[in-house]
């Protein structure tokens, strides 16, 4: 099995920036994409951004221009650096991979969600 641990959120004022990061461990064999989903109260989980291992994104377009996605293939690690942040970005923010390990066969696999709340 594969886990993934997010880290980095918190509470920040409109216009600032947050970090988020998200590690994947477990019995990994490989990790193929990696992403950020968001999902606010009373609304569905939406894409932020996804990065594939070679290093192509894509972009939600509400925060293009403003979040950048990156990886470190050698730490299994994937990362939203999220500048002029706004009150809408507010959510819960679920890392996303799709990753084979020793035991299964290619699947998707969710983080526990990490709190965004951004203050007018």
């Known amino acids: 099995q594969v886990q993934l641990v997010e880290s980095g959120g918190g509470l920040v004022q409109a216009g600032g920036s947050l970090r988020l990061s998200c590690a994947a461990s477990?019995?990994?064999?490989?990790?193929?994409?990696m992403g950020w989903y968001r999902q606010a109260p009373g609304s569905q989980r939406d894409l932020v951004a996804t990065?594939?291992?070679?290093?192509?994104?894509n972009y939600a377009d509400s925060v293009k221009g403003r979040f950048s996605i990156s990886r470190d293939n050698a730490r299994n690690t994937v990362y939203l650096q999220m500048n002029s942040l706004k009150p809408e970005d507010t959510a819960v923010y679920y890392c996303?991979?799709?990753?084979?390990?020793?035991?299964?066969?290619?699947?998707?696999?969710w983080g526990q969600g990490t709190q965004v709340t951004v203050s007018s």
């Open positions: 990065i594939t291992r070679g290093g192509s994104t």
């Open positions: 996303n991979t799709e990753a084979v390990s020793i035991v299964t066969p290619k699947r998707t696999y």
């Open positions: 477990g019995s990994i064999f490989s990790i193929g994409s």
